[in-house]
């Protein structure tokens, strides 16, 4: 039995650094630059299509086509602050928050109308490939996205701690008008922090390739749970991002193995609801957090 | 008898469309023979039924729901099984998936109507998509994921109709009855009160509106309108199943169709499904076939348009240029009749204050009030007296606790220990701030919160409100206020428009129209040119003349001087000093820690 709850716990904590990877593009936006980007699930869903495709027709490993695609989709990242969230800033949160909704309805389809709905996945040599610990079994790619997801954490804390333009990403997060009278250039910073939050949202998708299938509402569905670790990890926190990435993924291991894998979902949802309503700040958010940049 | 006549026929006269359109929506029907048109325009009208629906939580209260599908999804369910294991009428199982719908209304709206912007947004959806789990896991109920066939029974009782045109009248009149409904909510002050919220919630507390009870109200209306719908559909359709009824796409559709076409306003949401159920149904029926996707793609890319050109609706932009055309052929008759007011009776606001018989008496007393923020000490040990008529000013250098004294009093925050009497009994701690409004304490806010979105005059009317619950009353009783103040000329500006002057003069009324015993203004002229500020003199005088008590917080010092009959100090949280102006001009603690040299008095 404790075999296999152990069993359990790896896998949750293996999913939770799925979670955890997924959620923190979604933070980091959110943190700089006050949008909850709805949109955020299609970018992964595009990281997984474009790493699917680069390995069927040119047949270029993920782990090495991520190199290609983690830099487009920064690009695309800066792109998207520029067209749609620069001109929308000052207009009613409203606006925002449809249009990112718009664009996830566009892209989703987009993909549906391109590549139907068909799921689409690829074989690689180590998609199967586990570590054995004793009895327990470590699944090697899932391992690999772990490793990354720590890796990015603690890159961006290097990041947001040691160079300029992270100490202005922080000093943005902190107070807008603040920071602009302190001569940072706030809109580059959202150009960073927009090319940064997209560029590793599609890095997650090309590493989840080995182990799930692109479909084109995969992202949206990512998405959803992302808001949910996002939210109790405390918005705008990367460390809380992977906390609650961490947390989910437990959850719905053991939901999935002691309750029901149909009510795994509905058990995340609930506990966002309740830790929404009693602690909408998150586990490690600053008090008031969520009712900064909104009205 | 003749003015019985006149009044019908101005009745009819104001409402000439609203009968011209009813007309048109019972004649169309015998028009449209081919099944297919019939089928598009039971979409349309059930989806600007929804849009209207949603547009009253969503539009008018400004809470913006994701998760509306859940009443729909209620609704079909409980129809459907009712009509399906006992055989009860859909019609009964209406109402009842209606009642359901209302009570899960409020089982989300209480905890999550705290959660503001895209915060209630993510929680609703998240709410939805419970609801559809559970339903797919509760199988034996609802047959789970392959969803319910509902057997072909014809007959009224049924809601099952071997002609669409059926259908479409029943939904011609849901439709009519969302109008109605809409058309009701904003002409009442629960309307005026939801809108006043969805500007601003702290302003709209201290002018007297129950924001909970508000929202709560407006999210089971929307929740039984919408319910309504899916049981409709669930009997037109024949078929339910939970990712077509519990659907995220269908609550965003009803929010983006009301966005698209212009929030809060009866006709947006008309406007948003008129424009996109046609566009979906041709795109769905033309290329649904081999290019699945590409009717939500232009969707999503429709949307973000509008968003980004149209912020504000195609309504709004339309009305830019529809409406002067059709003042132009005096087919709008202008909504307010009223001729140039009666002057004389113009301070009759002032009645219910205008009690100066206890002229000692004290309104207002603290004793030994503390509140501290973590560990900033806001107010320490803090006692005051104030009596009625009196004005008084608060004085003090920023951070010395004097919008923290006025926050305490009025509601908005509450004291860590410590007393506040007014008129004579304990309202320690006593919250929200419509409570304290309601007993006759008004406030403006330091920066300044009026209703940006509405005229002048409607500001005032949620102001009124507080007193009243017929709008005509609200009405008179919000010019009165405005010609008191001065702001008559300008009261069908939007507040966002005017200069920081008059936005402080629209607050300042609101709060009167309450028509409030004490009022508590918060730097009212900060910010005032000279002239302005000698105009607020006298407006404040004035309003002690209707035996108001005023406490004014002022850096303008010759304004306190002037006016003030007795002046406080406050200083770190305490008061340092307190008296005629004379008296504490001359205080050498008050000199150090606020004056300066200029004011001392030889």
Redesign the interface.
Known sequence: MLEIILQVAINGLLLGGIYALVAIGLTLIFGVVRV?NFAQGEFLMIGMYAAFWLSHLLGIDPYFSFLIITPLLFLVGIMMQKV?IK??LN?????L???T?????????????LW??DHRAIQTSYSNSVLLLGNLIISVPRLVIFAVAVAIVIGLFLFLQRTYWGKAMTAVAQDREAAMLMGVDIHKVYMLAFGLGIGLEALAGVLLMPVYSAY?TIGFQFC?IA??IV?LGGMGNIFGAFLGGLIIGLVEAFSGFFI?P??Q??LY??I??IV??IR?QGLLGMVGA??MG?? | MSEGKNKTIKLLKANIYYIFIVIILCVLPLFVRNPYYAHIFIMFFSYAFLAMAWNIIGGYGGQLSLGHSIFYGLGAYTSTLLFVHFDLSPWLGMLVGGILAISISVAIGYPCFRLHGPFFAMSTLAVCEVFRILTVYFSDLTEGSIGISIPIRFGLKNMIFEHKITYLYIIIGFFSLAVLVSKLIEKSKFGYQLIALREDEDAAESSGVDVTRTKLKAIMISAFLTAMAGSFHAQYALYIDPSGEFSILLSVLMAVMAILGGVGTVFGPILGAALLVPLQEILRGQLGGQLHGLHLFIYGVLVIIVVMFLPHGIFEWLKGWILPWLNKLQILTPEMPEGERAREDLVAWGRAARDMSHEDEVILRTRDLWKSFGGLVAIRNLDVDIRRGEIIGLIGPNGAGKTTLFDLISGIIKPDSGVVEYNGSNITGIRPAHKLCHRGIGRTFQIVKPFGNITVLKNVMVGAFAREGAEEKAREEALEVLDFVGLYPKKDNLAKSLTIGDRKRVELARALATRPKLLLLDETMAGLNPKEIGEALVLIQKIREHGITVILIEHVMHAIMNLSDRVIIMHHGEKIAEGTPREVASDERVIKAYLGEEYVVI
């Open positions: 909850i749609i001109p929308l207009a009613p949160s409203l606006a928050i449809f249009a909704f718009g664009l996830s309805i566009a892209l989703q389809n987009g993909a549906l109308l139907k709905a084109p959803i808001f949910v939210v029901s149909q009510l979902a509905a949802y609930v966002f609801v929404l309503v909408p969520q009712e909104f009205k």
